[in-house]
């Protein structure tokens, strides 16, 4: 096989494993984003008999924490189902809920298969983790409207884990309400996709819309560290692989990560 050919088949396979893997996570994520954004409707609805839109929900209110609890079977479900999934939920904008400045409805994997919720101190009198809203798997679905990959990072605030956490921005009535999300350990995520960059034969790196590297076989560019140069995300919007300083960037079939290989490669 001549080698561009040869190097185009081995890209591909690449891109292909890298939405098979991800592509169940990010299903999950839809999922939740859709009852998230349902939940939220119904108990910012106008209450019966109420005059006008300062009126919601039960008894005239906006939504608040117990109205999330619906989520809970799901979310439980979810960490059952979806094996590369450690940590699922919904993470309001601050504001939104009547009842508390920020909220995280998250729930995570457990020892022999239990669950259990992840419980924050969300003062920001006392808490270095009351404003989630710089953090990127936050701030890239609410910026840009699309899903994302945030990571890897280690991950203090759920883990303490090396993970990539993957969202989708919630929507109600047109307006940014929060985030879906997932985490996926690192180490899982490598499982599934090192080998086949270990079979290319030559460097090659999955980065995402940051130019964070999700996985790499470049010692140059190792997991974690920060690709710098082009669009990373403009590139990400682009149906076709677009070279830039001697490399190649190719993205992975609707998954927001790009591979990246050297131009003398494809």
Avoid at 31 to 59: K, M, V
Wanted: with cysteine.
């Amino acid at each position: 096989m001549p080698r561009t050919l040869e190097a185009t088949a081995g890209t591909a396979a690449v891109t292909a494993r890298v939405r098979a893997t991800l592509e169940g996570v990010f299903e999950a994520v839809a999922r939740t984003a859709d009852e998230a954004a349902h939940l939220l409707a119904a108990a910012s609805a106008p209450a019966p008999g109420s005059r006008g839109p300062g009126s919601s929900g039960p008894g005239g209110r906006g939504p608040v924490t117990a109205d999330l609890a619906a989520l809970r079977p799901a979310l439980h479900r979810r960490l059952g189902e979806e094996r590369l999934v450690s940590g699922i939920g919904f993470v309001a904008a601050p504001g939104l809920l009547a009842d508390v400045p920020a909220w995280l409805e998250w729930w995570q994997s457990a020892p022999e298969g239990a669950v259990r919720p992840l419980l924050l101190d969300l003062d920001p009198g006392t808490s270095a983790y009351s404003d989630y809203t710089h953090w990127d798997w936050y701030a890239l679905p609410r910026d840009t409207g699309a899903r994302t990959v945030a990571g890897p990072y280690v991950d203090y605030l759920c883990s303490e884990e090396y993970s990539l956490t993957l969202a989708a921005p919630v929507r109600v009535a047109g307006r940014f309400a929060g985030v879906a999300a997932a985490d996926v350990y690192l180490r899982h995520f490598e499982a599934e996709v090192m080998p086949l960059l270990q079979g290319l034969p030559y460097r090659a790196s999955l980065v995402n819309a940051r130019g964070r590297v999700a996985a790499s076989t470049d010692p140059r560019h190792l997991a974690g560290s920060l690709l710098k140069g082009p669009d990373f995300a403009g590139v990400l919007a682009s149906p076709h692989p677009v070279a830039h300083a001697g490399l190649t960037l190719t993205p992975c079939e609707g998954i927001p990560l790009l591979l990246v290989t050297p131009a003398a490669a494809s």
